[in-house]
């Protein structure tokens, strides 16, 4: 698997726990002090996240670093 599919997977379970949650993307951007379109770029696969990112956004889901990035990968 490549670095996109891994992003896109990545992306995926983070918008799976966000909707799972019931939290829009403006809620969870403004509680991260970003823009929506960031949280969009993150969910749809588009940008690969630093460490704290991941880590921060793991914090306003309310689960572990480890569930975040709980991926399927070949």
């Not at 969009?40 to 921060?56: A, M, Q, Y």
């Not at 309310?62 to 990968?73: A, H, M, R």
Request: aromatic share 6%; glycine share 2%.
């Amino acid at each position: 698997m490549n670095e996109e599919e891994l992003l896109w997977k990545l992306g995926q379970r983070i918008k799976h726990l966000r909707e799972s949650k019931k939290i829009t993307q403006e809620t969870i951007a403004f509680n991260l002090d970003t823009d929506r379109a960031n949280i969009s770029r993150l969910e749809s696969g588009r940008v690969n996240p630093k460490f704290t990112t991941l880590v921060n956004v793991a914090k306003e889901l309310e689960v572990s670093l480890q569930k975040l990035i709980d991926i399927e990968y070949d």
